[in-house]
């Protein structure tokens, strides 16, 4: 049993360095001799969730034989056979035909991440497999989380299951699914920035208690975010914050809200005076973010929800190339006006200006490549009056 279980971990490592680079910008179309070829036409996703749900089934079977008398080597070295020649292998070659330019950047990406989670957490479980003969002790089976201390199997199989569960998830999203997730991720992100802006300008130092200020941040607030009636001539509102996955995105988003919490705490607020004359850009800048968060909002319901069948059957369909930017630019925008954010907390003029120019330039963009129809780009339709109404609004704010 021994030497199987050797041979397992060292499959499992060369499959886990093969997404990997999968996942990278340098390797994302590059194969590998561990992973096998599969015919283009195979569903990734379907064979993704499929060979996911089969490693769940085993390792919970590994995880059984390992904690339970009698200890049985055979039924153990069974199991590992099974894997390494069905569920193992199948997983990784999901990843390599789940193709960027059929699949999205995005989703093939999150893909090769997850598969190689579940390689990683596998691996930690075989490792925990006993050579001596015997059952775990209690000590070695349940969990110990303490610094530096290493799980025990119960918690190791739980990790596993959780990534399997990740990569079926994404699966059965599909592409469209998946990318309109994300999109709801990177509105619900502008949504908090938006909304920590907005208290931090109402915020006042602790000479500014006079009733002027008072009305100074109530006119703030309405300037900033705009009427109800300008909401429903734009045809949308936004819609409640939605819970993000663990993903590393998420975690990223995660690290950015910690960094704007601390900087919350121990920012300066804007003078009285207001010498640099930041109380306007304040105010030009949350309009402007009011309007791009309806545009996220306003691109779910009329671009994603519209999108045609994903992967297209031909990779000469521009439409991959096309979600590929603006993806990126949803993407990106969170980040921008991240950075908006922290130029305020500083006070500082001459960034938040520059940070401002380059952030509309790219919100801009994004909503021109959103105002053409998946189909007949040489068309328009009625969203596409909607974001012309979006780009004059996003002049109109501009101090």
Excluded at 278 to 295: E, F, H, K, W, Y
Aim: proline letters at 5%.
């Amino acid at each position: 049993m021994g030497r199987v279980v050797t041979t397992t971990i060292s499959i499992l490592s060369q499959l886990e360095t093969a997404v990997s680079k999968l996942g990278s910008d340098s390797n994302a179309s590059s194969s590998t001799d561990t992973v096998p070829p599969l015919d283009p036409t195979v569903d990734a996703l379907a064979v993704a969730r499929d060979s996911a749900t089969l490693i769940k089934a085993h390792a919970t079977k590994i995880s059984l034989f390992i904690i339970n008398k009698p200890f049985t080597p055979t039924a153990i070295t069974k199991v590992l056979r099974e894997l390494v020649a069905g569920p193992l292998p199948a997983l990784a070659s999901a990843a390599q035909l789940c193709d960027p330019k059929r699949y999205t950047r995005a989703v093939s990406r999150d893909l090769a991440w997850r598969c190689g989670r579940v390689f990683r957490e596998l691996k930690e479980l075989v490792n925990r497999i006993p050579t001596d003969g015997r059952v775990l002790s209690d000590a070695k089976k349940n969990s110990s989380f303490g610094i530096g201390a290493d799980k025990g199997s119960v918690a190791t199989t739980g990790l596993l299951w959780s990534a399997c569960d990740d990569v079926v998830t994404l699966a059965s999203l599909g592409v469209a699914g998946y990318l309109m997730q994300k999109v709801e991720q990177f509105r619900d992100t502008l949504k908090d920035i938006m909304e920590e802006l907005k208290e931090w300008s109402e915020e006042e130092s602790s000479d500014e208690e006079d009733d002027d200020d008072d009305n100074q941040g109530e006119d703030t607030e309405d300037e900033a975010y705009g009427s109800a009636d300008e909401e429903e001539a734009l045809g949308h509102t936004v819609s409640q914050a939605n819970q993000t996955q663990d993903t590393p995105s998420a975690a990223r988003t995660a690290a950015t809200q910690d960094m704007l919490d601390d900087l919350m705490n121990s920012h300066t607020h804007i003078p009285r005076d207001d010498p640099e004359r930041m109380r306007p850009r304040l105010d030009s800048c949350l309009r402007r973010l009011r309007l791009t968060v309806l545009l996220y909002q306003a691109a779910l319901k009329r671009r994603f929800k519209a999108l045609p069948p994903l992967p297209p059957p031909s990779t000469a369909d521009d439409t991959l190339s096309r979600l590929d930017e603006i993806m990126r630019l949803l993407k990106l925008l969170p980040e921008r006006f991240g950075s908006i954010a922290l130029a305020f907390y500083e006070l500082d003029r001459e960034l938040t200006d520059s940070m401002m120019e380059t952030c509309f330039s790219e919100a801009f963009a994004v909503s021109e490549l959103l105002s053409k129809p998946w189909a007949a780009v040489d068309t328009k339709d009625e969203f596409a009056d909607w974001v012309l109404k979006y780009q004059i609004e996003i002049k109109k704010a501009e101090i």
